[in-house]
């Protein structure tokens, strides 16, 4: 706008004195306009096309995480299991410690040096609530990501940071997914954070194209682990992240196959980082760029 504007000032003052000198002035001010112009539209172009980029990586997990829901939304008793899962998750929500969903500590280096010595003990913790049927895994978020969630989510506030350490544990049905939920629950060293039912992915009322989820499914619980070994290593007030997951959508997640198909395996670990959490990884950034 500025350019364009001194050009047509140039114009309607060289229309009137011409002269080579004030022909040269306004040829300039006529590029400079006309390569700002260029510049904004290469910009927007360059946007719009990596947004549809985008959208495209992330058709295709989509698609199969419907395909698999479908199956679960169309079947009586899988959807009596969903109602229930759901209600569990309700029931823990309103019994959770009242509290801001906010990390306790004074820095983010105190942040880090509490994760790294909490999250061995919170991956123990979940082996031993997981049952016979949870397959655990998990690792402390790492500095970059976290340093980038803060910024792009969070206005650089690093205390909404509560997904630094994180443990997944991983079922086959959904009943035994609101089993281990009702374990947490009952767990005397575990107090739930309250928050809300966008957390639980596995509603059929749940929208999962409302934020960046591209359909994917699961159950994410913020608590704080109070054992005696925390209380006495001060770790008590930290906020962790534990997600529940079906393995079926976990599958494909991790990039292990691409359609709704039942999967058996305990190896989840060693395929934590598969095609498919990639290409989420890949979308949510090009989205931010």
């Not at 000198?21 to 260029?38: E, M, P, T």
């Not at 979940?126 to 402390?140: C, F, K, L």
Request: aromatic fraction near 10%; proline fraction near 2%.
């Amino acid at each position: 706008g500025y350019f364009s504007h001194k050009c047509l000032i140039w114009g309607l003052f060289y229309a009137k004195r011409q002269s080579v000198h004030l022909q040269n002035i306004f040829y300039s001010w006529c590029f400079l306009s006309g390569g700002a112009v260029a510049c904004i539209v290469l910009v927007e172009l360059k946007y719009r096309g990596t947004l549809r980029h985008a959208h495209e990586m992330a058709r295709a997990d989509a698609s199969s995480y419907d395909e698999i829901w479908k199956t679960f939304v169309a079947d009586e008793t899988k959807l009596r299991a969903l109602s229930g899962l759901v209600d569990a998750y309700k029931a823990a929500m309103a019994g959770a410690e009242k509290r801001s969903k906010r990390q306790a500590a004074a820095s983010v280096g105190d942040l880090f040096d509490g994760a790294y010595a909490l999250q061995p003990l919170v991956v123990a913790k979940a082996e031993a609530i997981s049952g016979d049927a949870g397959v655990v895994y998990g690792n402390t978020k790492t500095v970059a990501r976290a340093f980038q969630k803060a910024w792009r989510s969070y206005g650089g506030d690093y205390r909404r940071l509560c997904d630094v350490v994180r443990v997944s544990i991983a079922f086959e049905t959904i009943d035994e997914l609101t089993a281990c939920l009702e374990r947490i629950v009952a767990d005397d060293e575990l107090e739930l954070v309250p928050q809300g039912l966008e957390k639980c992915r596995f509603d059929p009322e749940y929208a999962p194209y409302a934020g960046q989820f591209v359909g994917y499914r699961d159950l994410q619980l913020g608590a704080t682990f109070k054992s005696a070994e925390t209380r006495d290593r001060g770790l008590d007030q930290h906020i962790v992240e534990i997600q529940l997951h079906l393995r079926v959508f976990e599958a494909i997640k991790t990039g292990h196959v691409t359609v709704g198909l039942p999967v058996h395996t305990t190896n989840l670990a060693g395929w934590r980082m598969g095609s498919g959490h990639r290409t989420y990884v890949s979308c949510r950034n090009l989205r931010c760029s």
